[in-house]
């Protein structure tokens, strides 16, 4: 029978788990990835690939995720085990939670990089030095900035440190007041951002016409994986950071419901923060497909121009690093509970291992820019290049598939049903998609990329 508590703790009430699940889901894949990936993939197709895989794959395997951990209540990995044994399953079935717990350390790895990143522009930007320049300044700046080893080491420590700590001290102290006050500050901020770009850029239609122009002609099956993969990246999903959110979620409350509301809210900041850079990345005539960059050099310009920009840029990016931390700390939760639960040790311990592990495979990913621009891994990408492929369009999808047909084929009806008691309306809509639709899905998708490749 299921736990009506966690013993790690449990979220205050539902708006907490919507708040701790959205601070997970709304991070580095909205504002940083999201555009840059758009732009490198043509914009308008790729944006409605993956707005169906948000809704057809990764609300169902939200709610896969949110119902098994809320069944197991514990780390996912645990997790995994319980409910297999009750369902009567294999205990292979801890894989989900195994593949998960390396999945989320590979991504925090890099994750952390580029969360070093944000934190220099606060600084950067908080001291003026846009003040009224161009895109070529900002480029430059990008440039000298990463590619100056020592700077980035140094930033991706401290955001690893600050991950830790928070992380040491427990889901919810911290976490809750983090996600409270600085997120619905982020969102507005952004709204602020997207007025600001509609208002002065001059290119706010063809930014529009860009994101949602219908040009499928140019879309291989690659663009493909790699919109559903920004899909389960940018909602933490298929590596258990959910699961393990969902294992301190009350029991009475609708799962469906819940993972449609903070869908729904990374939806919308992705697409905000889209509709801020597309509209500046013409006003100011830059490369749309210039990778990872496209954010750093983009919004810097638009603070530089604009009245109040030093004080406005600043605040943006502090809200920006809070909103990577949060998501930060839910790729370490699920390791994290794992550690304590086996080890028998205390939280702080099990971050500070799992944080000094980060760092050092972080190294290779803050190298990319600088001493190791030229080493390729894998065709012509680099060491930051090729986690990010791997983690996020293959090993992600093939741990949803994982959790689809676990949660719809193998778990015990009994138990399935009771967790949905609240989710009636759309229980039956929820099957489909996760037994049928989202697998089947997830699976075409690699099949079709590997074999046009
Ligand atoms: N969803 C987070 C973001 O968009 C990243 C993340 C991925 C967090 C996987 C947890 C698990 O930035």
Partial sequence: MALSESAHGMWSSRL????????????????WRFPYVVGDNGGGAFVIVYLLCIFLVGIPIMSS????????????????KTVASSSGASPGWQIIGWMGAFVGFMILSFYAVIGGWIIAYVFKLGSGDFS????????????????????VVGWHSLFLIITIFITARGVSRGLETAVKYLMPALFVMLAVLVIYAATTSGHFVQGLSFMFSLDFESLSWNSVLLAMGQAFFTLSLGMGAIMAYGAYMPKDTSIIGTATT????????????????????????????????LMFVTLPVAFGQMAGGQLFGCVFFILVTVAAITSAISLVEPVVAWIVEKLKTTRVNSALILGGAAWLLGL???????????VHIFAEMTYLDTMDYVSNNLLLPLGGILIAVFS????????????????SAYYPVWQVLT???????????????????
Wanted: net charge negative; aromatic share 10%.
């Fill in 262 to 293: 903070v869908a729904l809210l990374d939806t919308t900041v992705a697409l905000m923060s889209g509709l801020v850079i597309f509209p500046l990345v013409f006003a100011n005539g830059l490369e749309i497909s210039q990778g990872p960059g």
């Fill in 132 to 151: 009224g320049m161009d895109s070529g300044f900002s480029g430059s700046t990008f440039a000298d900035f990463t590619g100056n080893v020592w700077s």
């Fill in 435 to 453: 037994r049928f639709v989202a697998p089947l899905a997830v699976f075409t998708v690699f099949i079709l990329t590997f074999v046009t490749a």
């Fill in 408 to 423: 719809g084929w193998v778990l015990d009806k009994k138990m399935r049903d009771s967790e949905m008691i609240n989710d």
């Fill in 16 to 31: 907490m788990f919507i708040l701790a699940a959205a601070g997970s889901a709304v991070g580095l894949g909205n504002i």
């Fill in 364 to 374: 290779g990913s803050a190298f990319s820019t600088n001493i190791w621009a030229d």
């Fill in 65 to 80: 995720e949110i119902l098994l951990g809320r069944l197991g209540r514990q780390s996912p990995i645990n997790t995994m």
